[in-house]
């Protein structure tokens, strides 16, 4: 069964801090995988991967895959209580179309002032 | 572009009742997904459409939840009679092509 687990559940950290989350999947035929961020609403996407090892960065926020040990890092350097919310990781399951997504639980990020 | 847009925000109703939640996909976006979101279970997709079509429904938990899509520019998810386990907060989403999706605000369901 396809599955992405994501690791820690929650986080509090203090403004400035660096934290990386983790993404772990098994997904036969793999294709991507996607991080998305979620506030009070609904999900904004952040990154799709596809290549081992090539980092995606937007402003403090970074990720990269690990295709041979199946698992995706998302750090946020110098955090600030914006970067609150839920990161959610996802992967489309073999068989669906690339569109379909199976997510993680999600990591709850807490950032104190 | 207005994004992807959900009607209502909130829905209360009694257990029984007969509830429709409504997406506006993105125009001209090929795809639209609902999924659920609880705190036990995180997001799951509970059908997708392309170009108007069913593809896969197997997220649908049971019959009393049906989905449509009559044209390009919306589609419903119906649940009846409700319950309140369907509490949970549904999202439409779509894309076009891979990549990834714009959801819409999400429309969050109390069944009481």
């Known amino acids: 069964e396809d599955k992405v687990v994501q690791s820690p559940l929650s986080l509090v950290v203090h403004e400035g801090d660096t934290v990386t989350l983790n993404c772990s999947y098994e997904v036969t035929n793999f294709r991507s995988l996607l991080w998305y961020k979620q506030e009070k609403k609904a999900p904004t996407f952040l990154f799709m991967l596809?290549?081992?090892?090539i980092e995606k960065k937007s402003g403090r926020l970074s990720s990269i895959l690990d295709k041979k040990e199946l698992f995706s890092i998302l750090n946020i350097t110098a955090t600030q209580t914006g970067d609150s919310a839920v990161y959610l990781c996802?992967?489309?399951?073999?068989?669906?179309?690339?569109?379909?997504?199976?997510f993680g639980t999600g990591t709850l990020l807490a950032v104190q002032p | 572009d207005a994004g992807v847009i959900q009607s209502p925000r909130h829905e209360v109703t009694e257990m029984g009742q007969e509830v429709t939640l409504r997406c506006k996909p993105i125009s001209g976006h090929d795809y639209l997904f609902w999924y659920r979101q609880t705190m036990m279970r995180g997001l799951e997709l509970l059908i997708y459409?392309?170009?108007?079509?069913?593809?896969?429904d197997s997220g649908m938990p049971e019959d009393r939840f049906s989905a449509k899509m009559p044209n390009a520019s919306f589609s419903t998810l119906k649940i009846q009679p409700s319950e309140p386990r369907d509490s949970a907060v549904y999202f439409c989403a779509s894309s076009f092509g891979p990549g990834g999706y714009t959801f819409g605000s999400g429309t969050r369901l109390t069944v009481v």
């Open positions: 596809t290549s081992s090892g």
């Open positions: 459409f392309n170009n108007n079509v069913p593809i896969d």
């Open positions: 996802a992967v489309p399951p073999y068989g669906g179309a690339t569109n379909k997504l199976i």
